[in-house]
């Protein structure tokens, strides 16, 4: 009796040939779109959007092809709830949500993993560039053979059991690889575009995004530099990341940087390129992956997706909380971002960044 898999469909050729893939291998293949939000009733560009109508009606046809069976099932609700206003609350509080990894926690990985509970399948398999084994012990999240698509720093959340129920069929191949399957295939997607930007808000403009859909405006507040000077004005501190250069419209010798902000003045801090460089940082709501105690272990640590894993120390705090120490001072840490760990090519835990300190916690 052939093994069952449901397969999270987007509509892009990632997960198209996951599915594929997944039925080479002898599966049972499910395929299932999520209908997160639809761009079109908000009057948006789709072009680099992901989970439109029209995603939706090319993983439908993938799926034809294929010859599995596909369905959509309806989430609004639950991802404007657990990530939509989520976003919309960290950037209130000063900080940088990162959605992606809020919607692999609760949406691909909880709700559609009882989905596949449901309907009686062994396995769930996406098309994240990743990898999952077994040491013997437990299971095991591990860096894409492609180091250029590797997405492990955005599913650190996941468990245990979510680990030994998932497969990611595209960990060991690299991007090419995977458009030519689609090809070979006469996959309608082998050539679509990927999305870039954040599925809910296509166009970039996260402001215009509050503002009309959360009735958020704040009105007019101060640039100011680390003494307290003023330096001009902004359109509202939300929606300022640190770190950011563009879109500041302050005339300088130097190039100003967004190194802190501060909701309670409606103030956004600006200083020169160094002053964003620290070396600690503590981070919440922890997840480890890996049952092990990293004391005095030299570790590697990411503070942003397409960041390179760089060496530190990590140091569990009570509750769920942890602090990382770099040996080399690190650019742009930005809370509400994640600190994703490693130990090698191996996940060994993550959380969300809540605080950077020069001291030791």
């Not at 080479?24 to 948006?44: A, F, P, Q, S, W």
């Not at 059991?161 to 595209?170: A, D, S």
């Not at 600006?270 to 503590?282: P, R």
Request: proline fraction near 3%; charge should be negative.
């Amino acid at each position: 009796m052939s093994r069952k898999a449901l397969i999270a469909m987007s509509g892009g050729v990632d997960s198209s040939v996951a599915a594929l893939l997944m039925k080479e291998k002898g599966y049972d293949c499910i395929g299932v779109t999520m209908k997160l939000h639809d761009n079109r009733d908000n009057g948006l560009a789709l072009e680099k959007s992901c989970c439109t109508s029209d995603d939706i009606a090319d993983a439908g046809r993938v799926a034809e092809r294929l010859g599995i069976p596909f369905y959509v099932v309806d989430y609004k609700a639950d991802f404007k709830e657990k990530v939509m206003d989520p976003f919309v609350e960290a950037y209130l509080r000063g900080c940088t949500p990162n959605p992606c990894i809020e919607c692999n926690r609760h949406l691909k990985f909880e709700h559609l993993y009882r989905k596949a509970e449901e309907l009686g399948c062994d396995v769930i398999a996406t098309g994240h560039y990743a990898c999952v084994d077994h040491d013997g012990t437990q299971y095991c999240l591990k860096r894409a053979a492609d180091p250029a698509k590797d997405q492990s720093y955005v599913l650190y959340s996941l468990t245990q059991e979510q680990l030994g129920h998932t497969m990611f069929p595209l960990g060991a191949l690299k991007k090419e690889q995977v458009r030519e399957l689609a090809r070979e295939h006469d996959l309608i997607n082998a050539a679509k575009r990927e999305s870039q930007d954040i599925c809910f808000i296509p166009d970039g403009d996260y402001k215009r995004f509050m503002r009309e859909h959360y009735h958020i405006n704040i009105g007019d507040g101060e640039f100011v530099d680390r003494t307290g000077k003023v330096l001009g004005k902004h359109s509202g501190y939300y929606g300022f990341t640190i770190g950011q250069r563009r879109g500041l419209g302050i005339a300088a010798e130097a190039p100003y940087y967004v190194v802190d902000i501060l909701p309670e003045r409606n103030q956004v801090v600006l200083g020169e390129n160094e002053d964003l460089y620290q070396t600690t940082l503590v981070a919440e709501h922890v997840n480890w992956l890996m049952s092990s105690d990293y004391k005095d272990m030299i570790i590697q640590a990411k503070v942003r997706y397409r960041q390179a894993a760089q060496n530190a120390y990590v140091k569990r705090l009570e509750g769920d909380r942890i602090q990382v120490e770099f040996l080399e001072p690190q650019r742009a840490i930005t809370r509400g971002q994640a600190v994703v760990l490693y130990c090698g090519d191996i996940v060994i835990g993550g959380g969300t960044i809540s605080a950077l300190t020069t001291d030791r916690a």
